[in-house]
């Protein structure tokens, strides 16, 4: 079965297995004694720290192993933010960021401080000079992730760190989906990563924070990893990432490219095959194995049981795979289509046939979803005999709104409008996304009893 999720977890790596199984018999000791066993602890935990600093770029002893790519991002961001405190409690992050990240951040208010979050444009990415200008003399920290986790988009690194620099603010970088394919670019001052991303075990972190930023440690204080991570080491796990790091990064560069090019199979053929679809995400700026398409008048809960029926294991960003019914931040920051939502981020191994059977499988996939929904194959003019319909879709979730204006608004004549009633949360980013897919005009959201009114003018 053909798994097709390693933006989520990637499978462990046949290094990171070996290691940890040879690591189990060694390193099971408390690697702060100073008898045999301990010794010998100590030996695997410093090999394993010197391998994964040299692959992130840092000192060994600028580096902490923690507990989880998400405790590494908390901590690093709670710790810069109060070694800072006496420059200010101003945080600036992309709209686009991981979860933790923005969680972070809504924590960091909740305390008494403020963040600003810097759009992104429908490719997914920063401006870089927008960037520099949600920078103040009060902001005590900055993040921008490397590489966007949903659609693969490459962020500016480089440039915003050198505005960061030079307004003397630390940049923290989620590396969490770009580490396993190369280094970050250089310029920032704190990093954060996550073992499980590029094929290492779950529950290892890294955390490196370069030497002369201000860092203060939040929650008791522990006498390992620095006082950065509370409690024992997982040794086994450790050397298990730091292994399958390595290995990774060796074999990326031929990998990359031959990942690539089964992406750019997939970006070019689903649109031919399939209608109504729209691929997001840069299409030149992105990480080699991740590809995003939305699919019109399509339930993306349904979309992926059907594909999983099919033996293909993908993700979505649409809200009606969400327990939330909200569609994911990453596409509302884009604005674009979220409904049907298909997220392919190739793992390494994947063959070409593999790829070959899932653009065989997927336009068949999509036409029966649609047509259990009762998509509109067409949107054919028909004589109209009035110039603005109201369409009551309230109570009704993603992607039936939509279905339900794509199939009246050939019964208005050009100028005329349709007027959409939804409560649905999805409404707001998919019908403009719409307009734009069909080259209608979106008029715009007005307040309703229940819900909102959303207005499209039809030009075509």
Same mark, same amino acid.
């Given at each position: 079965?053909?798994? %097709?999720?390693?933006?989520?977890?990637?499978?462990?790596?046949?290094?990171?297995?070996? @290691?940890?199984?040879?690591?189990?018999?060694?390193?099971?000791?408390?690697?702060?004694?100073?008898?045999?066993?301990?010794?010998?602890?100590?030996?695997?935990?410093?090999?394993?720290?010197?391998?994964?600093?040299?692959?992130?770029?840092?000192?060994?002893?600028?580096?902490?192993?923690?507990?989880?790519?998400?405790?590494?991002?908390? !901590?690093?961001?709670?710790?810069?933010? @109060?070694?800072?405190?006496?420059?200010?409690?101003?945080?600036?992050?992309?709209?686009?960021?991981?979860?933790?990240?923005?969680?972070?951040?809504?924590?960091?208010?909740?305390?008494?401080?403020? %963040?600003?979050?810097?759009?992104?444009?429908?490719?997914?990415?920063?401006?870089?000079?927008?960037?520099?200008?949600?920078?103040?003399?009060?902001?005590?920290?900055?993040?921008?992730?490397?590489?966007?986790?949903?659609?693969?988009?490459?962020?500016?690194?480089?440039?915003? @760190?050198?505005?960061?620099?030079?307004?003397?603010?630390?940049?923290?970088?989620?590396?969490?989906?770009?580490?396993?394919?190369?280094?970050?670019?250089?310029?920032?001052?704190?990093? @954060?990563?996550?073992?499980? *991303?590029?094929?290492?075990?779950?529950?290892?972190?890294?955390?490196?924070?370069? *030497?002369? &930023?201000?860092?203060?440690?939040?929650?008791?204080?522990?006498?390992?990893?620095?006082?950065?991570?509370?409690?024992?080491?997982?040794?086994?796990?450790?050397?298990?990432?730091?292994?399958?790091?390595?290995?990774?990064?060796?074999?990326?560069?031929?990998?990359? &490219?031959?990942?690539?090019?089964?992406?750019?199979?997939?970006?070019?053929?689903?649109?031919?095959?399939?209608?109504?679809?729209?691929?997001?995400?840069?299409?030149?700026?992105?990480?080699?194995?991740?590809? $995003? %398409?939305?699919?019109?008048?399509?339930?993306?809960?349904?979309?992926?049981?059907?594909?999983?029926?099919?033996?293909?294991?993908?993700?979505?960003? !649409?809200?009606?795979?969400?327990?939330?019914?909200?569609?994911?931040?990453?596409?509302?920051?884009?604005?674009?289509?979220?409904?049907?939502?298909?997220?392919?981020?190739?793992?390494?191994? $994947?063959?070409?046939?593999?790829?070959?059977? %899932?653009?065989?499988?997927?336009?068949?996939?999509?036409?029966?979803?649609?047509? *259990?929904?009762?998509?509109?194959?067409?949107?054919?003019?028909?004589?109209?005999?009035?110039?603005?319909?109201?369409?009551?879709?309230?109570?009704?979730?993603?992607?039936?709104?939509?279905?339900?204006?794509?199939?009246?608004?050939?019964?208005?004549?050009?100028?005329? $409008?349709? $007027? &959409?009633? !939804?409560?649905?949360?999805?409404?707001?980013?998919?019908?403009?996304?719409?307009?734009?897919?069909?080259?209608?005009?979106?008029?715009?959201?007005?307040?309703?009893?229940?819900?909102?009114?959303?207005?499209?003018?039809?030009?075509?």
């Amino acid at each position: 079965m053909p798994y %097709f999720d390693a933006a989520s977890s990637a499978p462990l790596h046949p290094v990171a297995r070996q @290691a940890l199984l040879a690591a189990l018999d060694e390193g099971w000791a408390d690697p702060a004694r100073l008898y045999r066993e301990g010794r010998r602890a100590r030996l695997l935990l410093d090999a394993a720290r010197d391998a994964a600093a040299e692959a992130v770029g840092c000192r060994p002893d600028e580096l902490t192993f923690t507990s989880s790519g998400t405790r590494a991002v908390h !901590s690093g961001i709670s710790g810069a933010l @109060a070694g800072r405190r006496r420059v200010g409690r101003h945080l600036v992050v992309s709209a686009a960021e991981h979860s933790s990240v923005l969680h972070a951040a809504a924590t960091h208010e909740a305390q008494g401080g403020t %963040f600003a979050e810097v759009p992104v444009d429908r490719a997914g990415a920063v401006s870089a000079a927008v960037y520099g200008e949600a920078l103040r003399e009060d902001t005590a920290l900055a993040c921008l992730q490397s590489a966007n986790h949903e659609v693969g988009t490459e962020q500016p690194v480089a440039e915003v @760190a050198e505005l960061c620099r030079a307004s003397g603010v630390p940049l923290l970088v989620d590396a969490a989906q770009s580490l396993g394919w190369g280094p970050v670019p250089t310029g920032w001052s704190l990093l @954060a990563a996550s073992a499980h *991303k590029w094929g290492g075990p779950s529950g290892v972190g890294l955390l490196a924070v370069r *030497k002369g &930023v201000r860092f203060a440690p939040q929650g008791p204080a522990d006498e390992r990893e620095s006082g950065r991570a509370a409690g024992f080491e997982n040794i086994p796990a450790v050397v298990a990432a730091a292994a399958s790091l390595r290995a990774v990064r060796a074999e990326a560069a031929a990998e990359s &490219v031959r990942l690539r090019a089964l992406v750019d199979l997939i970006r070019v053929r689903v649109p031919e095959l399939v209608p109504d679809v729209e691929v997001v995400g840069d299409p030149v700026r992105r990480l080699p194995h991740l590809v $995003t %398409f939305s699919c019109l008048y399509v339930d993306g809960e349904t979309l992926l049981h059907e594909l999983d029926r099919a033996d293909f294991s993908v993700s979505s960003g !649409s809200s009606c795979t969400s327990s939330t019914l909200t569609p994911s931040h990453v596409l509302r920051a884009m604005g674009v289509l979220s409904e049907g939502n298909v997220r392919v981020s190739l793992p390494a191994g $994947t063959t070409a046939e593999d790829v070959d059977r %899932f653009l065989r499988v997927l336009p068949g996939v999509v036409s029966e979803v649609r047509e *259990k929904l009762g998509a509109p194959v067409s949107v054919a003019p028909s004589p109209a005999a009035a110039t603005s319909l109201v369409v009551d879709s309230l109570g009704k979730r993603c992607p039936i709104p939509v279905i339900e204006l794509a199939k009246v608004i050939g019964e208005v004549p050009v100028g005329g $409008t349709v $007027t &959409v009633l !939804s409560d649905d949360e999805a409404a707001r980013l998919d019908i403009p996304a719409w307009c734009v897919m069909r080259e209608q005009e979106y008029v715009g959201e007005e307040p309703a009893d229940r819900g909102s009114a959303y207005v499209v003018r039809r030009l075509s």
